[in-house]
């Protein structure tokens, strides 16, 4: 398994370019403008993507740290911890995309709706996540607190799916919603928002490989540091 | 055209959040192989 997965991973930017550059193609000259947004909807195209992406990257944060837990292989672990990085830049991304957005059509950069609070909360609690990666040390016991951290967080997930209706915010349901109110009316809008949405995907995937790749060789010099100084003591 | 700098804005930030993160990743990347390579070679010769 591990030659195709390092040659899925050696092809992933030759793919990814290029369906960066059909999707940029999309967004600017094929889609046409919405009427009541006018241009600046087109930050859609990448906001929920970006917020696709650091969702999918965070369920499997969830789903690898289960296995964590479940197992103990340190696999798994590396897993996590490449996800939770890659998902915070993404939701990075969409917390900073989402207020561009905002000010010209609600009028403020920011509003506490429950969307976006629970968008901010999900961002606190992976990036609570990567500071105990960092500096909580190398000891499996913080890789299980954050396996735990890395599952309560995915949580929230769902709420943020279900917010839009359950709370009756004004973040607009961008799929479901009808076309007056913040939907996507043309066919071309969708098939820009799912092509692009297959980029972002594509481009998660291939940053994960190469932090897992970095993380492996991160993993085998602190396994030869433990190495020297188990032998220095016992010399 | 009026919201162009906010179109602009925005696209702008996704483009250079995601470069800036490769080449993160890169500069990272090439730092721990040299780490790994420098420290097989010194534990290896002690």
Redesign the interface.
């Known amino acids: 398994m591990r030659p195709l997965g390092s040659a899925l991973a050696r092809a992933l930017p030759w793919i990814v370019a290029p369906a960066m550059i059909a999707a940029l193609y999309l967004i600017f000259i094929a889609v046409p403008t919405e009427r009541t947004q006018?241009?600046?909807q087109?930050?859609f195209y990448?906001?929920v993507p970006?917020a696709w992406a650091a969702f999918a990257g965070f369920l499997a944060v969830a789903v690898a740290s289960g296995c964590f837990l479940a197992t103990g292989r340190a696999v798994y672990d590396r897993v996590a911890r490449a996800c939770a990085e890659v998902g915070m830049?993404f939701c990075?991304?969409v917390l900073?995309?989402g207020p561009?957005?905002a000010?010209?059509i609600w009028g403020a950069w920011w509003t506490w709706d429950p969307r976006l609070t629970m968008t901010i909360l999900l961002w606190t609690i992976y990036a609570a996540y990567l500071l105990l990666r960092a500096f909580g040390g190398p000891e499996e016991s913080v890789a299980r607190y954050a396996a735990v951290l890395g599952i309560v967080g995915a949580l929230d997930i769902p709420l943020i799916r279900v917010s839009v209706r359950l709370w009756r915010g004004i973040h607009p349901a961008v799929i479901s919603a009808p076309a007056n109110e913040g939907g996507l009316a043309d066919p071309t809008m969708r098939l820009t928002l799912f092509f692009t949405a297959a980029c972002f995907a594509l481009?998660a995937a291939w940053?994960i490989s190469?932090?897992l790749?970095?993380i492996r060789?991160?993993d085998?010099?602190e396994a030869?540091?433990m190495?020297?100084l188990a032998a220095r003591e016992v010399g | 055209?009026?919201?162009?700098p906010?179109?602009f804005?925005?696209?702008s930030?996704?483009w250079i959040?995601?470069f800036l993160?490769?080449w993160s990743?890169d500069r990272?990347?090439r730092r721990?192989?040299k780490?790994?390579e420098e420290?097989?070679r010194r534990?290896g010769d002690g």
């Open positions: 006018g241009i600046v087109r930050i990448v906001h970006s830049v990075t991304l900073i995309t561009i957005w000010r010209p481009l940053l190469v932090r790749r970095m060789v991160e085998e010099i030869l540091y190495q020297r | 055209m009026d919201h162009f906010y179109l804005g925005g696209f930030v996704v959040g995601l993160y490769l990743l990272r990347s721990a192989e780490d790994l420290l097989r534990f």
